[in-house]
């Protein structure tokens, strides 16, 4: 071999079945060969085992899809490039046109544009409630056909608990199917529901480092097959050296998400008490409203803390400004803290009437909590609380 014709046909290492490699390798590789013309259509009609090009599947891939699925207790699981690409992917090929969906002003923006914008174009519909308005949601169900119910619980960003059994309910009696973005639980949260469809941002809790994105969507076999089919053909594909990142994130998920949400509760304790502080959205504390329905649901309550500042924007810029451990950033559920600002919360798609609803006000601040050490958190918000109070000039 010449070298030129050497450096694209390099030498094969073979790796003995009984000496594995104990981290998955990563395939970074876009096409698998076969070795004759018989065994790729045998591959091709699903007669034997085989990967063929990356936008289909590839094995690091695979290995995350198949964690995933049992992490969120279903049977299967495709995964793609980010968590919206998951939502809008799964939009795409649950709904044709004439379809209606169900979903709620306490939601991700991003979702909310998907279906003002992108589905509106081929003619899906949508309705948009309040995740605590089940009258209404009973009312939309009897009053028109439904496809689907997309909703989250926690939702971002003011941590609002869905009533699942009760939406799951409702969805089963008329024929709709439900689809939770489980973002903010996490993969391991809420598999004990009927639920068809999970859906996550595995930038978040997964990646956990703040450094690659992905998104997948988990549920059945059969609604996952039907799905694979058409995430393949949109083609938001997850690259390998992700998957990887993103299974190497998995190795300390459960480590760092109880130990951000003991922080985020102490924090949420502290804050509670803090005479600058008007409100605070925290389904961990015994005085939120969803408190009681996030212990019959959930294992631990989130990492993020979401709170009114009593003075409003100017001074919950103050306070951003003057945090020093929190990086104002989008984002949640990495190692570092993060803060949202209600000048960057604000969601110009609502209303007047669905602005009071969302419960972002002028002074609302999100937190993601990390893994930094507690204490100096606290001390942190209380100097830059302190800050906020100070008078501009
Ligand atoms: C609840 C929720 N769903 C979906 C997403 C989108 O995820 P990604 O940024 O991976 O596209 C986010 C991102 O913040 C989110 O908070």
């Given at each position: ?30 096409k698998f ?34 964690t ?7 049977e ?26 169900l ?21 899906v ?36 608990i ?23 639980a ?35 076999a ?9 995430f393949t ?13 993103l299974q ?5 998920y ?129 100097q ?10």
């Open positions: 071999m010449k070298k030129p014709t050497l450096v694209n046909h390099p030498p094969l290492v073979d790796v003995a079945p009984d000496n594995r490699p104990v981290v998955g390798p990563i395939y970074q590789t876009v060969e076969f070795d004759s013309v018989d065994e790729a259509l045998r591959a091709q009609r699903g007669e034997r085992s085989g990967f063929t090009y990356l936008r289909s599947s590839n094995p690091t891939v695979r290995q995350l899809e198949l995933l699925a049992q992490m969120q207790g279903r299967e699981c495709v995964v793609c490039a980010s968590g919206v690409g998951a939502i809008a992917q799964a939009l795409l090929s649950l709904t044709r046109a004439g379809d209606h969906v979903a709620f002003i306490e939601s991700y923006g991003p979702t909310r544009q998907l279906l003002q914008r992108t589905l509106a174009k081929f003619g519909t949508h309705t948009l409630l309040s995740i605590e308005d089940l009258t209404g949601v009973e009312r939309v169900l009897n009053e028109r056909p439904t496809r689907l119910i997309l909703f989250e619980s926690p939702t971002n960003p003011v941590n609002r869905a009533d699942i059994p009760a939406l799951t309910r409702l969805a089963r009696a008329h024929g709709a199917l439900t689809v939770l973005d489980n973002t903010f996490g993969v391991h949260q809420h598999a004990q529901f009927d639920i068809d469809l999970y859906l996550h941002s595995l930038t978040k809790f997964v990646s956990g480092h703040g450094d690659v994105m992905g998104g997948a969507a988990i549920g059945a059969e609604l996952i097959r039907r799905l694979r089919t058409d053909v949109l083609g938001g594909t997850l690259d390998p050296h992700a998957a990887y990142l190497r994130g998995l190795k300390t459960f480590v760092r998400y109880r130990a951000q949400c003991e922080s985020a509760q102490r924090i949420a304790e502290h804050l509670a008490r803090h005479p600058a502080v008007e409100r605070i959205h925290y389904p961990g504390l015994s005085s939120d409203p969803g408190h009681a329905r996030a212990r019959a649901q959930m294992s631990e309550f989130g990492a993020v803390v979401t709170f009114s500042l009593r003075d409003g924007g100017d001074a919950a810029a103050r306070f951003t400004d003057a945090l020093q451990f929190f990086s104002m950033a989008a984002s949640i559920g990495a190692t570092d803290s993060l803060v949202m600002p209600p000048q960057l919360l604000a969601s110009r798609d609502l209303n007047e009437e669905q602005r009071r609803i969302s419960a972002v006000g002028s002074g609302t601040v999100r937190l993601s909590i990390g893994l930094e050490a507690c204490e100096e958190l606290i001390a942190d918000l209380d830059a609380l302190a800050a906020s109070a100070a008078s501009p000039g």
